[in-house]
DNA sequence: CTATGTGCAAACCGTTTGCACACAT
DNA sequence: ATGTGTGCAAACGGTTTGCACATAG
């Protein structure tokens, strides 16, 4: 919050709490998901779109693709570097379950010496069947809405 | 396409037709790419999505998300199983290298052991600045337009 | 001949943009 | 007071759907 106020725009009502929602989320969460938990009444969906664009700009949060064409977002690792971390997530019902583990890096350097790519990064997630659903197989819901994610 | 007439639908000129252009593309390729190889006369880009559904239910093709949201699809790897492979994608040009090697399979076992989850897959893909685009930092492109893909 | 596939137009849904009004600084 | 932020409505782009016509079997 700090962060907004020296280095860009105003710090408002809107702002301030579209930030506090993703906190109280916990989990990556769509705009949608994030407009309802603030209440339309409190702050339109495009605020939303926009306060989390300036966010990802400033690198107070940070956007997760899942691959449903949906896009989540997240408070941003506040470690300087480092902390990357990947999703585990159920291709019934969207639960996701954080990794703090990242293995890659040295890939990405034989990528970037074979292939001479600069700036390599990479986008790695998992997908699977969370316990709860494989017990309630009997009635699968349709896949990949944005259920408990 | 055999595989086609065997297992479902009937063999049209269109399906025969947008999977010949998977085929020619080489590289993951969007629905719209697909449309234009195969011309506006030939084959309706509706026509398009509707046999890219089909044929990736069948398992002939297969979606490869990149993030920017639009589908890819390139035609599946045709071993019974393994093969699976990913992507070293240019974050300027859209420019792919296929990667031939995965190296998660323990993990997603540890993943599957540790959280419970089951038929545990995953999605990665590579991001860098390709040899082209490094030379022409000059005049940078626009990011995540469809470009060389 | 009949069921399945196709083209066209329109619906849909997430996201972005234009514009007049509101508010933080 | 002034420039930035907001809400609303409308545009946009990819994808899906409804329906009448066409065609593979």
Redesign the pocket.
Known sequence: MDRL?RE????????RVVLEALGRLQRPS???QIAEAVG?E??????V???L??FERLGLVQRIELGD???RFEIADDDVHGHHHHHLVCRECNRIVRLEMCILADVERTLARRHGYAEIGHRLEFFGICPDCQKAEAQPRKRGKPGKD
Do not use: F, I, Q
């Not at 860009?8 to 702002?15: H, K, L, N």
């Open positions: 106020r860009a725009g105003r710090v408002t009502r809107s702002r769509t705009p949608k339309s409190t702050c339109d969906l495009v605020t779109y926009r306060s664009k300036l064409g949906l896009a």
